[in-house]
């Protein structure tokens, strides 16, 4: 890997994972049409499902901003809050994204759904691997650099969770204490 490459990768800097998001949330969302049967899922606004409070508590650092991104409308929506800081070592950035998962059969076929589409789109090395404890069905996507993903799904909802390590505690362990706050605002249907 260059040093450049290896620069933009390091430790700190989540730039990437939204973008990762992103891509997987476009492909998922073209792969099907209305189903008429589908959960009902009220549009959510993601900076107010994980406050800036909430991050700042998380990561332990404070000053983010938070900028958030609606799409869509109806059925067809995403809301995105993306969280930039910075602290001793530099930039620190962590984002939440969430949207309807359209799956009239629950968040274990969403799961399954979402995880063979991204293992044909991006091939196998980026399947889930599950993480037990976390709202209906949840997983965790290792891109093997600094950017990693956690996946989460909760009744007719699907949230993408990004953050970077601390020093105390990895990505997964800080998602997931995030993931905790935002799922403690996901409405119980």
């Given at each position: 890997?260059?040093?450049?490459?290896q620069?933009?990768?390091?430790r700190?800097h989540?730039?990437l994972a939204?973008?990762?998001?992103l891509?997987?949330?476009a492909?998922i969302?073209a792969?099907g049409g209305?189903d008429?049967?589908?959960?009902?899922a009220?549009?959510?606004d993601?900076?107010?499902?994980?406050?800036?409070q909430d991050?700042?508590a998380v990561?332990?650092?404070?000053?983010?901003?938070?900028?958030a991104?609606?799409?869509g409308?109806?059925?067809?929506?995403?809301?995105s809050c993306r969280?930039?800081?910075?602290?001793?070592?530099?930039?620190?950035?962590?984002s939440l994204m969430v949207?309807?998962?359209?799956s009239?059969s629950g968040?274990e076929?969403a799961?399954a759904d979402y995880?063979?589409?991204?293992?044909s789109q991006?091939?196998?090395g980026?399947?889930?691997?599950?993480?037990e404890?976390l709202g209906q069905?949840a997983?965790?996507?290792d891109?093997?650099?600094?950017v990693?993903?956690?996946?989460?799904?909760?009744?007719?909802?699907?949230?993408?969770i990004t953050?970077?390590?601390?020093?105390?505690?990895?990505q997964l362990?800080?998602c997931r204490?995030?993931a905790e706050?935002?799922?403690a605002r996901?409405p119980?249907?």
């Amino acid at each position: 890997m260059s040093a450049s490459v290896q620069a933009f990768a390091g430790r700190r800097h989540s730039t990437l994972a939204p973008i990762f998001g992103l891509a997987a949330i476009a492909l998922i969302t073209a792969c099907g049409g209305e189903d008429p049967g589908m959960q009902d899922a009220a549009a959510l606004d993601a900076c107010s499902i994980l406050p800036v409070q909430d991050v700042t508590a998380v990561l332990g650092v404070g000053g983010f901003q938070a900028e958030a991104d609606q799409r869509g409308d109806d059925d067809f929506w995403t809301s995105s809050c993306r969280y930039e800081g910075e602290d001793a070592d530099g930039p620190i950035a962590a984002s939440l994204m969430v949207r309807p998962h359209h799956s009239e059969s629950g968040a274990e076929q969403a799961y399954a759904d979402y995880d063979n589409a991204l293992a044909s789109q991006l091939g196998e090395g980026v399947r889930l691997s599950p993480v037990e404890g976390l709202g209906q069905k949840a997983g965790w996507q290792d891109f093997g650099t600094s950017v990693g993903q956690l996946t989460v799904f909760q009744g007719p909802y699907q949230l993408i969770i990004t953050a970077p390590e601390t020093a105390d505690h990895d990505q997964l362990h800080n998602c997931r204490a995030l993931a905790e706050r935002a799922l403690a605002r996901i409405p119980s249907g």
